[in-house]
């Protein structure tokens, strides 16, 4: 029979990693120019219900987002103060 403190422990190891699975998640993606050149430094808001983050794109255009719940996100793009 095994001891209850490592029975215990699998347990919480378990609940652990299920919410780490369960709980975030990350948002990326590219932001180009109708000449497909990457967008430098523009401003992506993203938004939900009681939610609202800006992240800004790097030097290739690329965003990422993290910590996301589980859910539907309005994503707007504002390059020079233009929606």
Not at 26 to 53: M, Q, T, W, Y
Request: positive net charge; aromatic residues 8%.
């Amino acid at each position: 029979m095994l001891p209850k403190s490592l029975i215990l422990s699998f347990v919480g190891l378990l609940f652990v990693t299920f919410a780490v699975w369960a709980g975030t998640s990350i948002l990326e993606g590219l932001v180009k120019d109708p000449n497909g050149h990457p967008i430098k430094g523009a401003d992506v808001r993203i938004e939900a219900k009681n939610f609202s983050k800006i992240v800004k794109t790097d030097a290739n255009g690329h965003y990422t987002c993290d910590g996301l719940g589980v859910g539907t996100y309005k994503v707007t793009l504002v390059v020079s103060g233009q929606v």
